[in-house]
C-alpha cells in the first residue's frame, strides 16, 4: 500500500497520477501477453487494489482487470463496499465490469480511453450505480495506444 | 461430472430436470446464510460447471452462483468459451452476471424466477451475446420463495 498525499495538487493531477499506476498494472499484463488493461482502487489516497487482465493465464473470461481490483481491494478493506474508492481503468468498463461496481457502489470510475464496441456506455443504459460518479479520457493517448500496439502485433 | 440421456424426453423436463440441480445449489448457500441463488452449466448433457452465491463468505460483491458457475465452466471443458453450453440459474442474472456470460459465448441461459429490480432485463439494453439464447421461468415459484423466505426471516 503507498500513500500519496493531494492535498495541495489539483485533482487532476492527482487523476494522472493515479492512471500512470493504471497504466503500469496494464504493462505487466502486457508483459504476459494479455490484452493490456490494468486497474487500481484509491481509497483516500491508499492504493487498496490492483488488477490486470488475465483471460489467457486464468482461462476465464471473467478475469478482468477491475473484477480483480474490486476482489482485492474488498481484502484490503475487509468490507464488501466501495464506497469512498476511486476506481483508474486504463479502457473504459464493460458490461460486467460496469455490473460489478454496481454492487461495489464504488464512489467514482475515472477511465482512460473508450471502447467504443464492448465499452458499457454504448449500451445506453444507466448500469452504473447512482452513488457512483464517471470520468473519462484520463491519459487516453497512452492508454488506448498500448491496446492498439498489442492488437497489431496480434495480426 | 453426472450424465443424463435427455433423448427421449421433451425439452422442458430436461429444464426442470436442471433447473432443480440449480436449486440444490441454491439450498447450499441458504444452509450457509447466503443470498440463495445457485447456478449450473450444463454441456452435452453434463454438469461442466457448479455455484452458488458466496458474497458473505468471501466478502466479495462478485461471488455470484452465475460467475463461479462460468470459472468452473471454463476449467472443466479446458477453453474460456461456453459455446454449447446451457447455464442454468434460480434467479434472473444481474448485470454482471449477464455482461460475463456475453464473454463466454455460452448458447442458451435459463433462470427461474424474475428478479424484476436488479436483474439484466429491465435494463432494456442488449447485454446478452446476439448467439445467446433466454429462457425464464422454469421453476419460477420454488425460486423466489427459497429468496422470500430467505429475506422474510432477515427483517
Redesign the interface.
Known amino acids: 500500500m503507498s500513500f500519496y498525499n493531494f492535498e495541495n495538487t489539483n485533482p487532476d493531477e492527482e487523476d494522472i497520477h493515479y492512471m500512470k499506476l493504471a497504466l503500469a498494472e496494464a504493462q505487466k499484463a502486457l508483459a504476459e501477453d494479455e490484452i493490456p488493461i490494468g486497474a487500481i482502487v484509491v481509497c483516500k489516497n491508499r492504493i487498496v487494489g490492483r488488477g490486470y487482465n488475465l483471460?489467457e493465464r486464468f482461462?476465464?473470461?471473467?478475469a478482468h482487470a477491475e473484477?480483480q481490483a474490486?476482489?482485492s481491494a474488498?481484502?484490503t478493506i475487509?468490507?464488501?463496499?466501495l464506497t469512498g474508492c476511486t476506481l483508474y481503468v486504463t479502457i473504459e468498463p464493460?458490461?460486467?465490469?460496469?455490473?460489478?461496481s454496481?454492487?461495489?457502489q464504488v464512489s467514482r470510475i475515472v477511465y482512460g480511453a473508450r471502447e467504443e464496441k464492448r465499452g458499457?456506455i454504448s449500451?445506453?443504459?444507466?448500469?452504473l450505480h447512482p452513488k457512483t460518479d464517471l470520468k473519462g479520457g484520463v491519459l487516453a493517448d497512452e492508454c488506448a495506444l498500448l491496446m492498439k500496439n498489442f492488437f497489431a502485433k496480434k495480426r
Not at 482461462?59 to 471473467?62: A, E, L
Open positions: 483471460t482461462n476465464d473470461v471473467t473484477m474490486f476482489t474488498a481484502q475487509g468490507g464488501k463496499y464493460c458490461v460486467m465490469c460496469a455490473g460489478a454496481y454492487w461495489t458499457f449500451k445506453n443504459a444507466n448500469l
